[in-house]
């Protein structure tokens, strides 16, 4: 049953759903936003009731045309609100692929291009807190991703 106390007001946070890719060489997927500088993980927003597996799942295709399946979660990074709304980024397992990314329609997902990157040149091509995200994430503890208590 919903309790409508909880949802008279329910928090305003963004959930953002990244996934973390790699090739065989251990290079990591990026992509090219045309609204910021540098390179980011590829990923957005969860929808209303989207669970943030399918959420970076969706992204991942949008963005690079790679579908992959999703199930462990490498790192929660939060982010206080400033000139965005306050937020929540999953960095969500994508495992290891030899497939390449497609052009991305830059109309429909605001992307200049996709490509994978040597772990060494990261900083060099990330923000800074961008860089320090992956980083984390690439240590390699992992986390199962349940959806109502199982496995998703």
Excluded: W
């Amino acid at each position: 049953m919903r309790d409508p106390r909880l949802l008279a007001k329910p928090p305003v946070c963004r959930l953002g759903c990244l996934a973390l890719v790699r090739n065989p060489r251990g290079d990591v997927l990026l992509v090219d936003p045309d609204y910021m500088d540098g390179l980011i993980l590829p990923g957005g927003a969860a929808r209303p009731d989207e669970p943030p597996h399918e959420a970076a799942a969706r992204h991942l295709l949008d963005a690079t045309g790679i579908a992959l399946r999703f199930t462990h979660l490498l790192t929660v990074d939060y982010t206080p609100a400033d000139r965005y709304l306050e937020r929540l980024n999953l960095v969500i397992d994508g495992g290891t692929t030899t497939s390449e990314p497609s052009a991305p329609s830059r109309r429909r997902t605001g992307l200049l291009g996709a490509c994978f990157v040597p772990v060494a040149r990261l900083p060099a091509v990330m923000a800074p807190a961008q860089a320090a995200r992956v980083g984390e994430a690439l240590v390699g503890r992992v986390v199962p991703l349940l959806l109502c208590g199982q496995r998703a």
